[in-house]
């Protein structure tokens, strides 16, 4: 339990910590429990927009949704989407590379990209029926996250421990975490829509193996903004492959 508070904790801003007291060495952990935290963030971003659509247009409800989200989350993983792309934008080597994302200043190719991932997650949200939209939310959410947790068990590490951001480097997942991991980001698949609608998982699935062998090539290894960035581009493709399903069946 402490293990999935400490998920929390790190991947949300809810204030946990005040009441509940988490030994430092969890955190090398946390990345076993990133889908479960998905099911809290889903739920509140699918209950926003599922309660501002009784009130509001939908597209104003999507913009709702996604903004309780970003509240909820403090930007995290956006933040790390930006720096992914000024990084590998921006960079030639992989020492450049890791200098520009580690800067926190941020410059045109993040720019962009939020641009893009926040144009294109709320289009696709917004075109879907309400109840859908919600669905897919709850699904992919920590559908993603499950997959993209995969990296730290296929990748080093490419930064020294002591230049980490948060000065965390994540311990890979032993067998029964995987299991742990892959149950919470796959039950909403499987609970929430009918089976002709579980080949959508297999797109964020061939990204996250072009997103690794393209991290092996430039880097060597993952850092925790490319940890963020593979979760927000994963959760767009996912939402893409659903939808493509949706309309198929």
Same mark, same amino acid.
């Given at each position: ?20 007291? #988490?030994?430092?060495? =969890? %955190?090398?952990? @946390?990345?076993?429990?990133?889908? +479960? !935290?998905?099911?809290?963030?889903? &739920? ?67 720019? #962009?990209?939020?641009? =893009? %991932?926040?144009? @294109?997650?709320?289009?696709?949200? +917004? !075109?879907?029926?309400?109840?859908? &939209? ?71 699935? =061939? ?43």
């Amino acid at each position: 339990m402490k293990k999935i508070i400490a998920a929390l904790i790190f991947f949300t801003r809810l204030p946990l910590y005040k009441w509940i007291e #988490i030994p430092g060495d =969890l %955190y090398k952990n @946390l990345v076993a429990y990133w889908s +479960a !935290a998905g099911w809290i963030t889903a &739920a509140v971003t699918a209950g926003i927009l599922w309660l501002s659509a009784q009130v509001f247009p939908e597209n104003v409800a999507v913009i709702l949704a996604l903004t309780g989200r970003l509240l909820l989350t403090g930007g995290l993983h956006e933040d790390g989407l930006a720096d992914f792309f000024d990084g590998f934008g921006g960079g030639r080597t992989k020492e450049q590379i890791l200098a520009i994302m580690k800067d926190s200043h941020i410059g045109s190719y993040g720019v #962009i990209s939020l641009i =893009l %991932y926040f144009g @294109l997650w709320f289009a696709l949200i +917004a !075109a879907l029926p309400l109840h859908q &939209a919600c669905i897919t939310i709850l699904i992919a959410d920590p559908g993603a996250k499950f997959i993209s947790s995969l990296i730290i068990n296929r990748l080093p590490y490419a930064r020294k421990v002591e230049e980490s951001k948060v000065q965390v480097v994540y311990t890979p997942m032993s067998g029964l975490e995987l299991l742990f991991s892959m149950g919470f980001g796959i039950l909403p698949l499987i609970l929430l829509t009918r089976p002709g609608n579980w080949g959508a998982i297999g797109a964020p699935l =061939l990204f996250f193996l072009f997103f690794v062998r393209y991290l092996r090539k430039k880097t060597g290894g993952y850092t925790g903004d490319c940890c963020g960035a593979l979760f927000l581009l994963n959760e767009l493709i996912f939402i893409l492959a659903l939808t493509f399903f949706y309309q198929w069946n």
